[in-house]
């Protein structure tokens, strides 16, 4: 991975332009443009993904009510420009939180998958609590089969 913006997938670039504008505004409502239908979701609290666009969409669109203080920090890139990893830290409630999104983007741009990751422990705990109050009955039934 490298660290030179100058290496994403030309596709990706308005793409990752647009994330950055809806977490500047806190308004995810454009997010449904930028992701493949088929797209994944990564939770930080489980192992199985969550399969289709609608998941991820109602993942982030409910994370991002959740996170405050949410500041990106670094921005990796992969060798052919379509996977991107951006470092953040942010706060649920009084626990302060580090991690990372790891997007999977398709050669038109698409995100075809995104998984978050969190640390530390407390800082997981007190966002899967906020994440479970928010969406313990919706998210499960689009759990991926295995």
Do not use: C
Not at 1 to 24: F, N, Y
């Amino acid at each position: 991975m490298t660290q030179t913006p100058s290496h994403i997938h030309p596709a990706v670039v308005p793409s990752l332009e647009l994330w950055h504008a809806m977490i500047g505004k806190n308004d995810l409502s454009d997010l449904v443009t930028i992701v493949h239908p088929d797209a994944v979701f990564r939770s930080p609290m489980a192992i199985s993904a969550y399969s289709r666009a609608s998941a991820l969409i109602l993942a982030l669109g409910t994370v991002i009510q959740v996170l405050k203080d949410f500041t990106y920090h670094r921005q990796l890139v992969s060798d052919d420009g379509l996977n991107v990893v951006l470092e953040f830290s942010a706060r649920v409630g009084e626990k302060k939180l580090k991690g990372i999104d790891l997007i999977r983007f398709d050669e038109q741009g698409r995100i075809v998958e995104f998984e978050v990751m969190v640390r530390p422990l407390s800082g997981l705990q007190a966002l899967g609590a906020e994440m479970g109050a928010r969406l313990g009955e919706t998210l499960p039934a689009f759990k991926a089969k295995n």
